[in-house]
């Protein structure tokens, strides 16, 4: 599955972005759909995901600000952030598991960068 990726950007602490992951095939076919982050020397970690259907995983970080939706028809998974704070910024990947052709798919990354 290629993934595509859009959305980031710079913006101050508080206020929000909306990244966007577009897949190749149908979203159907994947089991996990979500997005992970990585800050410059740390490891890549869970932001949210869909697992197998409509069930949700949310890093602690992240809940009650962060929101992940779908829309299937457009095999897009949207990624939804309020009050975003400094430690936020990251490059932030899209990535799925399953297909067509089962398999891990990581998108390229896009920029978050959040100002004090």
């Known amino acids: 599955v290629q993934l595509t990726e859009s959305g980031g950007g710079l913006v101050q602490a508080g206020e929000s972005l909306r990244l966007s992951c577009a897949a190749s095939?149908?979203?159907?076919?994947?089991?996990?759909m979500g997005w992970y982050r990585q800050a410059p020397g740390k490891q890549r970690e869970l932001v949210a995901v869909f697992t197998n259907g409509d069930a949700v995983n949310y890093a602690d970080s992240v809940k009650g600000r962060f929101t992940i939706s779908r829309d299937n028809a457009k095999n897009t998974v949207y990624l939804q952030m309020n009050s975003l704070k400094q430690e936020d910024t990251a490059v932030y990947y899209c990535?799925?598991?399953?297909?067509?052709?089962?398999?891990?798919?990581w998108g390229q990354g896009t920029q978050v960068t959040v100002s004090s």
């Open positions: 095939e149908s979203i159907f076919s994947l089991n996990y």
């Open positions: 990535y799925a598991l399953g297909g067509k052709i089962f398999a891990v798919s």
